[in-house]
């Protein structure tokens, strides 16, 4: 059993009022007439995350899950970690979304020799007034971008500890707030490939989301052919116009924050975060981050899906974006092939849906 | 360093060095004839008796033969040490397990001791050994055993950890008249709901399975009967507006919800059976 697919919209009254023979039911249609309408008006939200869909949509051909979810994890104030072989445009669409918000944008391409100093900043001295003056690393954006973050040791991402989780900076005694939004795109290559070191577990879990970037279908890889060779593919980012501030998004978010979720649907999710603890095939569960992750997740897929509330579908179809980064399987597990995916459908399938 | 090596090399070499070459010398001298062939071990033998002089024959000296009393040999009989065969019996003394061993040996041991008996049992110890040499190979190839007679393993239920009312066993007209009593609408437009994925259930049209959301039964139904699915999407919407969202159901609302769940149910029992599962 999979959980809807996310480009599925969530069937709408004015989509299911196709002729029906036998089954033509006097069952009013128009949503506002039955009562059954949003009480919040989420016009605003999916009309502006449809901008940014839209811009996005002209470069990138396809990935539209992919899409999605980082819309989900932008509206959820959360961070995404994208992973795939390279080439199939992680740090292309990374830079799209960034460019879509009009807010301060960083790149940190991440080596095996940078330090901790190169991603925050240091103190320098000044000789003229006998004092240090800190110096703002590339972290200090508002959308950063951290390219092959799985190529510098575990020393410098001990570095985004403090500030993906709590949105400061301290140096010298001194915390330094980050902006808002504040949110970290990163890329990475499965860990198989050479010149490459597996994330700490404390700062996987501080990603919100871990999207797999697969290859385009065929027919995908072929429009992306059409149009590089129509001479599309020579500056791509230019077509992508601002469309989402950060005051708009702010709004955004709080729209999110507000969302209805049932205690039931709140059991659910601790249900599940709570199966990957005891699992068998699992060395170590998820967090109670990770819950709260799913909860913020499912809300914001929610009001994209045009609901004030939460069902469970959307727990389900965030369930592997949420954990499968933040669970370990035993060392039996993994001989035998198996991958978190798995233990994480296993898990959604052994706990009953609240209805 | 390398000098104080060669000197001491050179004490160890030279008296040992020496007496080796003496020796190997003496072992080469002592040697017949160093490289041919050297007779059989047979002939050798046969050669050294030829070579010895015979003995004559003793006619005169009768060896005594010497036999045990027979009273000593009672008291030897006797004796539990020298007594040889193993009982079939367990020994005195012995606990429960040790007694039912003994009972069991003495029961099978007359079926393998015959000749019939031990060739029954080398089959079975080598079939079994054969059996195991299998499996370990067969498991380290990673092979489903199941599949090997053609049939896929079935899905064992799952392990679900609680489990909220059963849709096949709930008294659907009574909890909807006590929720409708007690005035709990959204309650009733739950359970009104839940009566009719029992009904599609019953009809094929859906596999309930309690992981299952209703997009999934949306999906099932849209495969089973196209035609019922606009209906249903609508009555799942208003039930996720009601039980999810939270959303206070009105007297008025809730009559026309009611109608439109009784109106599906009704068409839905004038449809049969699902085809395709049916």
């Known amino acids: 059993m999979d959980p809807q697919p996310l480009n599925e919209p969530t069937p709408s009254a004015a989509q299911d009022a196709e002729p029906a023979s036998a089954f033509a039911s006097g069952a009013p249609t128009d949503a506002a007439a039955t009562g059954f309408a949003p009480r919040t008006d989420l016009s605003a939200l999916t009309g502006q995350v449809e901008a940014v869909r839209q811009q996005i949509g002209q470069v990138i051909v396809g990935q539209q899950d992919l899409l999605e979810l980082l819309l989900v994890a932008l509206l959820a104030d959360g961070h995404v970690l994208l992973e795939g072989v390279p080439g199939v445009a992680k740090t292309l669409t990374a830079k799209l979304l960034a460019r879509t918000l009009a807010v301060p944008f960083s790149r940190i391409q991440f080596t095996p020799d940078l330090m901790p100093a190169d991603v925050l900043g240091t103190s320098i001295f000044r000789p003229t007034q006998g004092d240090f003056e800190f110096r703002p690393g590339p972290i200090f954006a508002s959308v950063v971008l951290i390219d092959e973050i799985n190529r510098a040791p575990a ?122 603890r005891a699992h068998k095939a699992l060395y170590l569960g998820a967090s109670p981050r990770a819950s709260l992750a799913l909860l913020n997740g499912a809300k914001a897929l929610a009001a994209l899906r045009g609901r004030d509330f939460v069902t469970p579908e959307d727990v389900q179809t965030l369930a592997a974006p949420v954990l499968r980064h933040r669970i370990m399987l035993t060392p039996e597990r993994e001989m035998e092939g198996g991958t978190p995916d798995d233990v994480v459908k296993a898990i959604v399938q052994s706990v009953e849906v609240p209805r | 360093m390398r000098k104080a090596n060669t000197k001491r090399l050179g004490r160890v070499q030279g008296p040992w060095g020496h007496l080796g070459l003496l020796l190997l ?78 009972w069991l040996w003495r029961w099978l041991a007359p079926v393998f001791n015959t000749k019939g008996g031990r060739v029954a049992w080398d089959i079975i110890f080598y079939g079994l050994m054969g059996a195991t040499l299998l499996f370990a190979v067969l498991k380290l190839l990673q092979v489903d055993l199941t599949k090997v007679f053609g049939r896929a393993p079935r899905a064992l239920p799952l392990a679900y950890e609680t489990g909220q009312e059963n849709i096949h066993e709930l008294n659907f007209a009574d909890a909807l008249a006590q929720a409708e009593a007690a005035g709990n609408l959204r309650l009733a437009v739950r359970l009104g709901y839940l009566q009719l994925l029992k009904q599609l259930t019953d009809r094929d049209f859906i596999a309930w399975q309690p992981d299952k959301t209703n997009q999934a039964y949306l999906r099932e139904l849209a495969a089973s009967q196209p035609t019922a699915r606009p209906a249903f999407a609508e009555l799942t919407r208003q039930f996720e507006y009601a039980w999810y969202g939270e959303l206070p159901v009105s007297a008025a609302l809730y009559q026309q919800v009611r109608e439109s769940q009784r109106q599906f149910g009704q068409q839905l029992s004038g449809a049969g059976r699902a085809a395709h599962l049916a």
């Open chain 1, 155 to 276: 020393k410098t991402q001990s570095a985004l500890f403090e500030v993906m989780e709590e949105r400061t900076v301290t140096q010298d005694g001194t915390a330094h707030h980050m902006a808002t939004p504040f949110v970290v795109l990163a890329t990475q290559n499965p860990v198989e490939q050479e010149g490459t070191y597996r994330l700490p577990e404390a700062q996987l879990d501080r990603f919100l989301f871990k999207l797999n970037v697969g290859y385009p279908t065929l027919a995908e890889e072929v429009q992306i052919l059409q149009g590089h060779h129509s001479g599309f593919g020579g500056t791509p980012l230019e077509k992508v116009k601002p469309v989402l501030s950060a005051q708009d998004l702010a709004a955004l978010r709080q729209q999110v924050g507000q969302q209805r979720v049932e205690a039931n649907v709140l059991e659910y999710i601790a249900k599940i975060v709570g199966q990957t």
């Open chain 2, 25 to 102: 010398l003496g072992w080469l001298l002592a040697a017949p004839a160093l490289g041919a062939p050297r007779p059989p071990r047979q002939w050798r033998a046969l050669a050294d008796t030829a070579s010895a002089p015979p003995l004559p024959a003793d006619a005169t000296a009768q060896a005594p033969i010497r036999r045990p009393a027979a009273e000593r040999l009672r008291e030897l009989r006797g004796q539990r040490e020298l007594q040889y065969v193993e009982g079939t019996g367990a020994p005195e003394g012995a606990g429960f397990l040790a007694r039912l061993m003994a």
